[in-house]
């Protein structure tokens, strides 16, 4: 009985370790994102903190340090938000597997959706 009790817990644990998401660490990193001719740098500065700026595009040289929320919704899945000095609060999934992003925006009470493309710039 001791040895089963045994397999069983050690079952448990190995079910219970590969459910928990592949994690990426972004505190140090930069990741672009591409939405058509526009492109933006964002680099997180801390698990709270991050900054942004349009590198190519309408709003090239555009930037802002932000406060930022994220959430880890799955494997390879996080959801971040934050609230721009402009007034507009973004929120977003990465999806790191697909190198995706969906972004949804909120301006008043407009709201808009799009995708694009992420990678880390080295």
């Not at 590198?55 to 959801?79: C, K, N, P, R, T």
């Amino acid at each position: 009985m001791k040895k089963l009790s045994t397999l069983v817990i050690m079952i448990v644990l190995f079910t219970f370790s590969c459910q928990i998401p592949d994690k990426i660490t972004l505190v140090g990193k930069t990741i672009e994102y591409h939405y058509g001719e526009s492109k933006y740098h964002v680099r997180f500065d801390s698990d709270s903190t991050l900054n942004w700026m349009a590198v190519a595009g309408d709003e090239i040289g555009a930037h802002e340090d932000e406060i930022y929320f994220s959430e880890w919704v799955g494997d390879h899945l996080l959801f971040i938000t934050w609230g721009e000095a402009n007034g507009i609060g973004v929120s977003q999934i990465l999806d790191f597997e697909k190198g995706k992003v969906y972004n949804h925006l909120l301006q008043g009470r407009k709201v808009s959706a799009g995708q694009g493309e992420i990678q880390f710039v080295k």
